[in-house]
């Protein structure tokens, strides 16, 4: 997920100053030969940072190269989020993959075990369509929210750790249900299946990188038979397969996704909930600010009124900051709604929430951000946050 980053100039640790001087050698290397002279002792650095738990070593570098030197900044964080999702083992390396499952529903979408039936049944079409012939593979048993991810670099590297053993054995590792933080109500989320799989030198880890098979081959089959298989997990969902990925790409194209899936969700919740079609909805569009623009906001109406029922955050990812194509890309994923009646506004909001409930404020055809209400007589079993 975006942070916002404060660069340190200086007094910076030790530590973070030898990162900083291996990542700016590496970003300027010529050669892959030079490559290694500084990525070699850079990963041994990042494992030392993982293995005692220093996050903030981490971050305040990140935060440093993000003001200063973007290429060193992605050169840094490729290698750090590598570092936490892929542990050495005696025969290779373990990678730790994330599962995204894009569901929305009136009720609450489930965050809960998983039933060794389902899990049987997800490791074989994980073999089947995703992961390359005799990749060994484990499973978590449980199915995260994003509040119940691992938070941060050195908690990934430890979760990655503790799936080492699981993946060698090709079993499960159990979640204590417990232990597990509580997670917000959204209309529309991402749901997360966590695994890990034994790479090899030289062998492929993902069934597109065999010579027989192919990347939108591969999204296709899962998200026909992956889908089949979760239904039992999100009964009164609909849902939406993202393809398996290593960790940190994985959660990045889900969180991409949830954007247009969080519109079309609304769409169709509205549609239902109001008794009318996505014609006669209209929607709000503008930017919402803190020290930069951090998101945009969508509220949304019907053309026979003023009042938002509904709203939808569309949080800017990565370096989406000062693109001006993003209103268009709102704008798209509206009319594959079936939305068509758009005003997009130039108001800088401030970045608002409600003082009692803590949800967003969104923008209203008169140019105000105010608090999204449905009808007294169709708001009974909605979630009280609307994402």
Request: hydrophobic letters at 40%; aromatic letters at 6%; glycine letters at 6%.
């Amino acid at each position: 997920m975006k942070r916002s980053r404060l660069g340190r100039r200086s007094g910076l640790p030790r530590e973070a100053e030898e990162i900083l001087w291996l990542a700016n050698g590496l970003a300027e290397s010529g050669s892959r030969a030079e490559d290694a002279g500084w990525e070699n002792p850079l990963l041994k650095a990042l494992e030392a940072l993982l293995q005692a738990g220093d996050e903030e070593v981490l971050t305040s570098t990140l935060d440093h190269l993000y003001n200063t030197n973007q290429r060193a900044y992605d050169v840094l964080a490729d290698c750090i989020e590598t570092s936490a999702e892929q542990l050495l083992t005696p025969a290779g390396e373990v990678l730790l993959l994330a599962v995204p499952v894009l569901a929305w529903s009136r009720f609450s979408i489930p965050a809960s075990a998983i039933p060794a039936k389902v899990l049987n049944n997800l490791r074989v079409h994980l073999q089947a369509h995703v992961l390359a012939q005799g990749v060994k593979l484990g499973l978590a048993d449980a199915l995260f929210s994003p509040d119940q991810l691992p938070q941060g670099y050195c908690e990934t590297a430890r979760f990655t750790a503790a799936m080492i053993e699981t993946t060698l054995a090709e079993g499960v590792l159990h979640i204590d249900q417990e232990t597990q933080p509580e997670t917000t109500r959204f209309l529309s989320d991402v749901r997360y299946i966590l695994a890990a799989v034994e790479v090899r030198p030289g062998q492929p880890v993902f069934h597109w990188q065999e010579k027989d098979g192919s990347k939108e081959q591969a999204g296709e089959q899962w998200r026909a038979q992956g889908g089949a298989c979760l239904l039992p997990l999100l009964a009164g969902c609909a849902m939406e397969l993202v393809l398996p990925d290593a960790y940190f790409s994985a959660c990045r194209q889900a969180d991409r996704a949830s954007r247009p899936y969080s519109v079309r969700a609304s769409a169709a919740f509205l549609s239902t909930t109001l008794d009318v079609a996505p014609g006669e909805l209209r929607a709000v569009v503008a930017p919402f600010y803190d020290r930069q623009i951090e998101e945009y906001r969508i509220g949304f109406t019907t053309t026979k009124g003023k009042n938002v029922v509904h709203g939808v955050v569309w949080p800017l990812l990565g370096p989406e900051d000062d693109s001006a194509e993003v209103p268009g890309q709102i704008e798209a994923a509206l009319k594959d709604s079936g939305i068509t009646r758009i005003e997009h506004l130039d108001n800088r909001f401030p970045l608002e929430y409600c003082d009692d409930c803590g949800a967003p404020m969104y923008p209203s055809p008169d140019g105000d951000a105010v608090h999204a209400e449905l009808p007294e007589d169709k708001a009974e079993q909605m979630p009280r946050h609307l994402h």
